[in-house]
């Protein structure tokens, strides 16, 4: 214990105050103590989150304060918080136990000007672009396929780590050299020049990259002071600026050859054209090897065709071919005769066909069997057939046939013939 802390006995450790006690007794006392009042300051750290709720700085030249702007004030107020914002705002202290920190819970905001720090950006970006800093003729083609690279930058931030994931997964085969300087704070300018005119001296990089990853506006104020704008704009190296976010602009932006949106976006810029002409080889490769093909394919063609000819000059082939015409001639010799002697046998069988239907015997047979057929029907129509099917005829005494009954007078002497014989009968 120091020699001005009071002895505690340990039967008074029970009155010692816990954390929260103590944290409860200072928050009543500031929030007590303190009426609520108007602050001015420059806004600074802005963050918007979704639940609607602001939370901000504010500062001057000495300190700075935490602020919070619930959502309903919120929706309350028609000043544009930005950064750099000079501003009025209306609250009242609070403490926020969980961190043991003090804030002022703002009510109502009144614009007080432009922020000290933005009045002083415009005015030295308007002194430099007087100068003709920014102007297009003193910027340099970034090459289109740079072998080394340098990144002036942490080597700790995020920045440097999707610097080389970006680079190392669209399979860009340069070479990359960090150069380590602060990014933010007192004397960060002042390194990043130091290191900008190393890199220079060097004289082995073909391009140059320098930037930050996000932040406030303070944090990345470094990239807006004079000396560091001054030497990105007289570097004899091409060299892209790369600072912050999409958003963010700083005066090394405009001084620097290309301006890439974050650090992400300035290795994409430098890949880019590395991918295109991988591609661009490829498909020349991929041309080369077809045509080489196609080459191949033809004169293989061309040798298969002259050795067709030479075998078709040659007396081996003349033999084999009378050869094979020698044999096609006596098959077709064969055919020929073949076909002859059936064509003879077809005409000599319809010949004979012929002459047996014009001999004597099978007209003789014809008409006997057509007079046999008249006969049977002369003999079925004759008398005797119609007796034999159980009819008769009855006949006078004279022997011709009755044919009606009408005339016959009673007594009169008739004849029945039958099939097998005649029965005289008399009519009653």
């Not at 700075?64 to 028609?78: H, I, K, P, W």
């Not at 690279?149 to 190392?168: E, K, Y």
């Not at 470094?222 to 976010?245: K, M, Q, T, W, Y």
């Not at 057509?370 to 119609?386: F, G, I, N, T, Y």
Request: overall charge positive; charged content about 25%; proline content about 4%.
């Amino acid at each position: 214990m120091g020699k001005n802390a009071p002895e505690l006995p340990l039967d008074d450790v029970g009155r010692v105050a816990s954390v929260t006690e103590f944290t409860r007794r200072v928050k009543e006392l500031l929030e007590g103590g303190l009426r609520p009042g108007w602050v001015r300051g420059e806004v600074s750290n802005f963050r918007a989150q979704a639940s609607g709720h602001v939370y901000f700085s504010l500062k001057d030249a000495g300190a700075q304060l935490s602020c919070v702007l619930f959502r309903g004030d919120a929706t309350r107020q028609s000043v544009p918080l930005r950064d750099g914002l000079q501003v009025l705002a209306y609250g009242e202290v609070s403490v926020y136990e969980a961190r043991g920190q003090y804030q002022l819970v703002v009510r109502a905001l009144i614009e007080h000007g432009a922020g000290r720090l933005q009045q002083e950006l415009e005015k030295l970006k308007l002194r430099l672009a007087a100068e003709g800093l920014f102007e297009a003729a003193r910027k340099q083609a970034i090459p289109l396929l740079p072998r080394t690279v340098g990144f002036i930058t942490s080597p700790t931030g995020a920045a440097v780590q999707d610097f080389v994931r970006i680079l190392t997964r669209r399979g860009w085969t340069g070479r990359l050299v960090v150069l380590p300087a602060k990014v933010q704070g007192v004397d960060a300018a002042a390194e990043l020049a130091a290191m900008l005119r190393t890199a220079e001296a060097l004289n082995i990089f073909d391009l140059l990259v320098i930037g930050r990853g996000g932040g406030s506006a303070e944090d990345l104020w470094a990239f807006n002071e004079e000396p560091l704008v001054r030497a990105v704009a007289d570097c004899g190296v091409p060299i892209i600026s790369a600072v912050g976010h999409e958003i963010d602009t700083t005066l090394c932006d405009y001084a620097a050859d290309v301006r890439a949106e974050t650090p992400s976006g300035a290795a994409e810029l430098i890949s880019s054209n590395y991918l295109a002409a991988t591609e661009r080889l490829g498909q020349a490769a991929t041309g080369i090897a077809d045509a080489l093909e196609t080459a191949v394919t033809r004169a293989g063609e061309k040798l298969d065709h002259a050795r067709s000819r030479l075998r078709l000059l040659a007396p081996t082939a003349a033999i084999e071919h009378n050869y094979l015409r020698l044999d096609d001639l006596g098959n077709r010799l064969g055919s020929a005769l073949r076909a002859a002697v059936q064509h003879r046998r077809e005409s000599l069988g319809t010949a004979r066909a012929r002459l047996a239907t014009a001999a004597p015997e099978k007209r003789v047979q014809q008409d006997s069997q057509r007079l046999l057929a008249l006969w049977k029907r002369l003999e079925s129509a004759s008398p005797q057939s119609v007796l034999k099917r159980g009819y008769a005829i009855v006949r006078d005494e004279s022997g011709r046939p009755v044919a009606r009954a009408k005339g016959i007078k009673a007594g009169a002497p008739l004849v029945n013939e039958f099939h097998d014989g005649k029965l005289r009968v008399r009519v009653e």
